[in-house]
C-alpha cells in the first residue's frame, strides 16, 4: 500500500477497529454483569419488580470487563481490590474463599 492510500485508508481501519473493540467491551461488561447479577452478594435482585435496578452491578462490571480485556484474566485479588474500591468491604468475607473462587472462574470463562 503506498502512502496515500496508508494516509486516506489508515484512520478507517483504526476506526473500524475501535468500534470492534468498543462492541468486544460492551458485550464483555453485560456478560460480566450478568454474573454479578446472579451472584447478587448482597441479595438486591436488580431487575426484579421489588428488586435493584438491572444495572445494580454495573460500575464493577465495567471495571472487572476492563481487566479482562486488558490481561486476559482477573484474579480473586482483582475482584477483590474492584469489590473493595466500590463498596469498602471485602467481598471474600461476604462471598465466602469457595464462592469467591467460583466467581472468578465463571469471569475468567467470558474471554
Do not use: C, K
Not at 451472584?39 to 426484579?48: I, N
Not at 469498602?88 to 467470558?110: C, K, P
Amino acid at each position: 500500500m503506498d502512502w496515500l492510500s496508508n494516509a486516506i485508508l489508515g484512520p478507517m481501519r483504526d476506526a473500524d477497529s475501535m468500534r470492534a473493540e468498543s462492541r468486544v467491551h460492551r458485550q464483555i461488561t453485560a456478560a460480566v454483569l450478568a454474573v454479578l447479577t446472579e451472584v447478587d452478594p448482597y441479595g438486591l435482585e436488580p431487575g426484579t419488580s421489588d428488586g435493584a435496578p438491572a444495572d445494580e452491578y454495573e460500575p464493577e462490571a465495567v471495571d472487572l470487563a476492563r481487566l479482562l480485556l486488558r490481561d486476559g484474566v482477573v484474579t480473586v485479588y482483582d475482584v477483590e481490590d474492584v469489590w473493595v474500591r466500590w463498596f469498602s468491604e471485602s467481598l471474600v468475607l461476604r462471598l465466602g474463599v469457595d464462592r469467591t473462587a467460583r466467581l472468578v472462574d465463571r469471569l475468567n470463562a467470558l474471554v
